[in-house]
């Protein structure tokens, strides 16, 4: 098995762009659970006719753990931008709530990691250090304040203020991710800037290779 950084936080902390980061400095894979999520998102709202269960059935897609690219297909479909539109945004939670839609998720970030032959990936998502990969080499809780949080996502432009408090506040009744479980790290980026945070990260990984 490979090393497994397990990273959580919620929507804002940086988890994404530091993660990503340290997979490429570490030349370990990178996976995005959250990308999952939105595919299948994007999937039901491709067909809005059709019921769950279908829905899970005929849910193809696959996300590259690489780094650089963290490409993500649905079918043959590259839908690496399409994923992150406001209109998935708004919906994702919607489905990320649906225990069938969390079990295949748990099940594909497991094997796509056993599976792929490098010697440590960084995956990030909400209950990575305390459903997915529980026994994961280092596990870390990725916060920072809802302002800074707000301020990080307007700059981007990704996501509404309104659609981001209300997706953490959904999200956060299906898995607790604003505070640390048992031996889980807790990293405030509120006062870190991005450089001081991928340090801080790398940090924790070598303490437990140490
Ligand atoms: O990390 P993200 O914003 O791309 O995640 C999109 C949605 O997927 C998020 O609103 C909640 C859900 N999610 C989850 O429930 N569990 C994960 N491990 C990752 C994401």
């Known amino acids: 098995m490979p090393l497994v950084v397990a990273i959580d936080g919620p929507a804002g902390s940086g988890k994404s762009s530091v993660s990503k980061a340290v997979a490429e400095r570490l030349g370990f894979g990178y996976l995005d659970t959250g990308a999952g999520y939105r595919a299948f998102a994007l999937h039901a709202i491709n067909n809005p006719d059709i019921p769950l269960e279908e829905l899970l059935k005929s849910f193809d897609y ?11 297909l649905l079918g043959r479909v590259d839908v690496t931008s399409e994923i992150r539109t406001q209109e998935v945004a708004s919906r ?41 990969f529980v026994d994961a080499g280092v596990r870390i809780l990725l916060t920072a304040s809802e302002e800074v949080r707000l301020q990080r996502r307007s700059a981007e432009k990704t996501e509404s203020t309104e659609n981001l408090k209300a997706r953490d506040a959904s999200d956060s009744k299906v898995v607790e991710f604003m505070a640390p479980a048992e031996g889980v790290k ?14 801080a990260v790398i940090a924790e990984i070598e303490r437990s290779r140490a």
Do not use: M, N, Y
Request: overall charge negative.
């Open 92 to 132: 994702v939670s919607e489905f990320a709530r649906e225990p069938r839609v969390r079990s295949l998720q748990h099940q594909d970030a497991r094997s796509r990691v056993a599976l792929c032959g490098l010697d440590g990936v960084v995956s990030e998502g909400r209950d990575l250090t305390t459903v997915v």
């Open 62 to 72: 696959e996300i590259s753990l690489d780094p650089q690219k963290a490409q993500v």
């Open 186 to 199: 807790l990293i405030d980026t509120s006062h870190l800037s991005f450089e001081e945070s991928v340090a």
